[in-house]
C-alpha cells in the first residue's frame, strides 16, 4: 500500500496528482503512548479493535504494567469505588473478593487482563520519558528516552503522542522543613518500602487524604504509639456497603462485612443477566451522586447531616475528637469523600494520639511543633499526596517551540473537552484539565477518551490530514464554561482540595463541569469545527479522495447502505 508524505504534496515543487489510492485507505502511522496504566493498556486494545497500518509502542517507566496499583503498595490500600464497576466495560470479573478491592487484587486483575489480551508485545517497561518536541516538517513527536536497565538514551519518533501518565502519579515530599534530617526511617505512601517495618516502633503518620486514612487503621495494631497529624478536618463515610447496599437487587447482595460470600461469587459467576443488573444498579447510583454536588433540593444537607451523625457516633467518647475531625467551615464532598472502615474507630485506641497543631521542623529525633513540643519517633510516614499541577514532569514542545510545562505553569491548566491541548499537534493525554475524575470509576472514562483519540487517528490517516490541533478559542472557551459552572458545586466549597491544586479557594482544575453522563454525551458529540487541520497535500485538502474507488467496495458488505438508511436514530 502506497503513503502520503509532504514531500510529494508540496504543489510549488510538483503539479498536482490524483493519489492511487481509494478512498478510506490509511496511510501507515506511528502512535507512542506514555504509560501502561489502566489508560495505557485500554488504549492498546482500542487501537487493534479500530485501527490497520499502524504501529504503537507504550512506554512506561515502572518494571511492570498497572500504574496506579503498581505504585501503591501501602497497607490498607483500596479503590474507593465498587469493585465491579471499577473493571473494563470488555473484560467483567465477577469474582471480585470485596465489594471495595483491594489494591493487589486490582493489581492481579489489570495483570490477568494483560497477559489474556497479549498487550506487553506493545510495551516497554523501565523505559522513562525525559522530553518530547513536535517536528513540524515531518509531521512527528521527536521523543526522548532512557532505559532505566542500561542507562542508554536514545529517540523514538510517531506522528501521534499519548499522554497516560495519569494525575496522582507524581508523588511528592511534604515542604516541611528538616524532613532529610530525621534519623529514622521516612517512607512517602505512595512509594512504600517492600521491607519497611513498622510494627513495636514509634510512627507519625501525616495526612488525612485517603491515604493517610486507609493506613492509620491499617497499621494501628502493630506499632508500638502512632501520632497522626492532620492539618485541617475532613469528612468521614461510611462503609459503601451500608451507604449503596439499597433498592431490591442490591439489598438481597450477601456480604461478610466488605467481602462476598462464596455463595455471591457463585451466583455472579452464573447468572449473567443478575451479573449485569447488579452493575447497572451500583452505576446508576454512583452517576446520581452529582446531583448532591450541585445541592438539588437539599440533597447537599441531608448528606452532611448523615456524615457528622455518623462520626459523631463512632467518637461519641471522645468530644475532642469530634471538635478536632468533623469539619465546620466547609461543605460534605468538598474534598473527595473517602470511605474510611476502622478509621475513626482506631483514632480512639489508647495507643493513637490526633495533633492538630502546626509542624514547625522535623528535627533527627522527631517532629517538633509549633508550641516546641518535639515528639520521638522512630519511623515517619508522609500521606501527603502528589503533585496535582497538571504540569508534565518532563518537558514537552509543541508549535514554534512552546513548552507545555511553561504554559501550563504561568497560567490554568486548560485542555479541549479533558484530552487535547492548544499548540500541541496530534498530542493526546488521558485524565486532563476538567476531567470527570471525581465523578466514578476512571476505567469507563479511559475507554471513552480512547475511543474519541482513535477517531481522531483514523481521520488522520485516512484524510490526507497532516496534524490536527484544538483551536486555541475553543480551549479557551469550553475553560470559561466550566470555570463559570464549578462554582454552583459543592467542591467549590472552603476546603484545601486536590481538584484546586492543594489550595482552599483557587478554581477547581481538576473535575468536569457537569455530572457523568454530561461528559460521556459531549465526548460522542464529534466536533471537527473545534480543531485545525494542516494537509499533507497543502494546495488541495481533497487529494484523500483518490482514484475514484473506495475500500468499501472490497469491504465484508458493499452494499451496506440498503441496511438501515431509513433509520434515523443515530443521526
Known sequence: MGSISPADMDPKSTPYTILEEPL??????????????????????????????????????????????????????????????????????????????????????????????????????????????????????????????????????????????????NWKWPDIPGLEHFAGERVHSAAWPEDFEYRGKRVAVIGNGSSGVQIVPAIQRDVHSLVHLIRSPTWIAPPQT???????????????????????????????????????????????????????????????????????????????LIKALIPTTFPAGCRRLTPGPGYLESLTAPNVRVVTDAIQRIVPEGIQLESGEIIPLDAIICATGFDVSFCPRFPIFGQNGVNLQDIWTRALPTAYMSCAVAEMPNYFVFMGPHAPIGHGSVLSIAEQVARYIARMVKKVQTEGIKSVTPRTSAVAEFAEHAHAFLPRTIWAGNCRSWYKNGTADGPIIALHPGSRIHWFHMMEVWRPEDYEYEYLCKGNRFRFLGNGFSVRETGEDPVWYLEGLGDFSTL
Request: one cysteine or more; hydrophobic letters at 30%; a negative charge.
Open 24 to 169: 478510506g485507505a490509511p496511510r501507515p502511522i506511528r502512535i507512542i503512548t506514555i504509560g501502561a496504566g489502566i489508560s495505557g493498556l485500554n488504549m492498546i486494545r482500542t487501537l487493534r479493535k479500530t485501527l490497520t497500518n499502524y504501529t504503537h509502542v507504550v512506554y512506561e517507566k515502572n518494571s511492570d504494567v498497572g500504574g496506579t496499583w503498581h505504585e501503591n503498595r501501602y497497607p490498607g490500600c483500596e479503590c474507593d469505588h465498587p469493585s465491579h464497576n471499577y473493571q473494563f466495560t470488555w473484560r467483567k470479573n465477577p469474582h471480585w473478593s470485596q465489594f471495595s478491592a483491594g489494591a493487589r487484587e486490582i493489581e492481579r486483575y489489570i495483570l490477568d487482563v494483560c497477559e489474556e489480551e497479549g498487550l506487553r508485545s506493545e510495551i516497554r517497561t523501565a523505559h522513562e520519558v525525559v522530553g518530547a518536541a513536535w517536528d513540524a516538517p515531518s509531521g512527528q513527536w521527536v521523543v526522548r528516552l532512557r532505559d532505566l536497565r542500561t542507562g542508554e538514551t536514545f529517540e523514538d519518533r510517531g506522528e501521534f503522542l499519548l499522554n497516560a501518565t495519569g494525575i496522582l502519579n
Open 242 to 320: 451500608e451507604r449503596m447496599l439499597q433498592g431490591e437487587i442490591l439489598r438481597s447482595v450477601q456480604m461478610d462485612g466488605n467481602r462476598f460470600k462464596p455463595e455471591q461469587k457463585e451466583r455472579f459467576s452464573n447468572d449473567s443477566e443478575y451479573y449485569k443488573s447488579f452493575i447497572r444498579a451500583i452505576e446508576e447510583q454512583v452517576n446520581a451522586r452529582f446531583r448532591t454536588m450541585v445541592n438539588n433540593d437539599g440533597l447537599a444537607e441531608t448528606l452532611q447531616k448523615n456524615l457528622e451523625n455518623h462520626m459523631a457516633s463512632v467518637l461519641k467518647d471522645r468530644p475532642d
